[in-house]
T-cell receptor, first 113, second 114 residues
């Protein structure tokens, strides 16, 4: 059974800091991995999608990496801003299954001005 | 192109009542998924539907919960005889047939059972 873990559950950093959010998964047979952002009381916004054959994806100040063999992904946020404060969720799709997602519990990020 | 639309955004039900949550997928999307987010928990998969078919309902509670995605109209998640433990945020996601591995999420329906 696939399990996705995100540690720590919460993180507080000063504005301008570069930071890394970690995600680990137990079954390396994944089809792809997706990072989402969730603001309080809101839905999920897709940030980056990495296919299993890829090592990383970039969008603006965000960079996500994937290491299937070790069961890890990282989301790198450069020059953090208060507007980046949100919960960041990691989710994986399993190879051979339908396209349902298995989510971690998320990391709640607070960027202090 | 409107995103995934869920309504209502907030729903309050008394114990024992029925809750009906609606999801209109993005235009051209024929795959719908429902997820539930309990307080302090991650999102959990409930059910995956295509038009008029339930593909995977492995995450659905065995009793009181049902889902449909008719040929016309929105997908419906129905919860009968709600209990306090059903209070949660329910999210719908949809994906197109050509890129079935990427899902787009709605804003969610927050169900409160009093």
């Amino acid at each position: 059974k696939q399990e996705v873990t995100q540690i720590p559950a919460a993180l507080s950093v000063p504005e301008g800091e570069n930071l890394v959010l970690n995600c680990s998964f137990t079954d390396s047979a994944i089809y792809n991995l997706q990072w989402f952002r969730q603001d309080p009381g809101k839905g999920l916004t897709s940030l980056l999608l990495i296919q299993s054959s890829q090592r990383e994806q970039t969008s603006g100040r965000l960079n996500a990496s994937l290491d299937k063999s070790s069961g890890r992904s990282t989301l790198y946020i450069a020059a953090s801003q208060p507007g980046d404060s949100a919960t960041y969720l990691c989710a994986v799709r399993i190879t051979g299954a339908n396209s349902k997602l298995t989510f971690g519990k998320g990391i709640t990020l607070s960027v202090r001005p | 192109n409107a995103g995934v639309m869920q309504n209502p955004r907030h729903l309050v039900r008394r114990r024992g009542q029925e809750a009906r949550l609606r999801c209109s997928p993005m235009k051209g999307h024929s795959h719908v998924y429902w997820y539930r987010q309990l307080p302090e928990e991650g999102l959990k998969f409930m059910v995956y539907l295509q038009k008029e078919n339930i593909i995977d309902e492995s995450g659905m509670p065995k009793e009181r919960f049902s889902a449909e995605f008719p040929k016309e109209g929105p997908s419906i998640l129905r919860i009968q005889q709600v209990v306090r433990g059903d209070s949660a945020a329910y999210f719908c996601a949809s994906s197109p047939p050509a890129r079935w591995t990427e899902a787009f999420f709605g804003q969610g329906t927050r169900l409160t059972v009093v």
